[in-house]
């Protein structure tokens, strides 16, 4: 079985972990990687998420940002504005390594 839409970090203390993983949609695949991005603004993201452009080169394309849930219980979020792709992180079902993140997209809200 292939597995697309993850990221695998190199920890699992997501905040500050590099990680790549793919992204697989009807029209594109990307190979992704993610690094840390350290902010003193409370609203930037965790990660800066790059791809490759077609020559080879990474390019930043996206962000990760760390955010509570209702519960106050604290979550992860994937955007890439230029494609209006947004998602959560999360398990795949059954597996228990809190290292490989799920890409669960969702459509933006208009």
Same mark, same amino acid.
Request: negative net charge.
């Given at each position: 079985m292939n597995i697309t839409n993850y990221i695998q970090f190199e920890g699992d203390d997501l905040a500050t972990a590099k990680g790549s993983g793919?992204?697989?949609?009807i029209d594109r695949d990307m190979d992704i990687k993610v690094?840390?991005?350290?902010?003193? @603004?409370e609203k930037a993201p965790t990660h800066r998420v790059y791809a490759k452009s077609p020559r080879g080169h990474? /390019? #930043?394309?996206?962000g990760?940002?760390?955010?509570?849930?209702?519960e106050g219980k604290p979550?992860?979020?994937?955007?890439?504005r230029?494609?209006?792709? @947004?998602?959560?992180l999360g398990r795949f079902p059954g597996q228990d390594d809190a290292?490989?993140?799920a890409i /669960? #997209?969702?459509d933006a809200r208009d």
């Open positions: 793919l992204i697989s949609t690094v840390p991005f350290d902010s003193d @603004n990474d /390019i #930043e394309v996206g990760i940002w760390k955010k509570d849930n209702q979550y992860f979020t994937l955007s890439i230029k494609l209006r792709y @947004n998602a959560n290292s490989l993140q /669960i #997209e969702w």
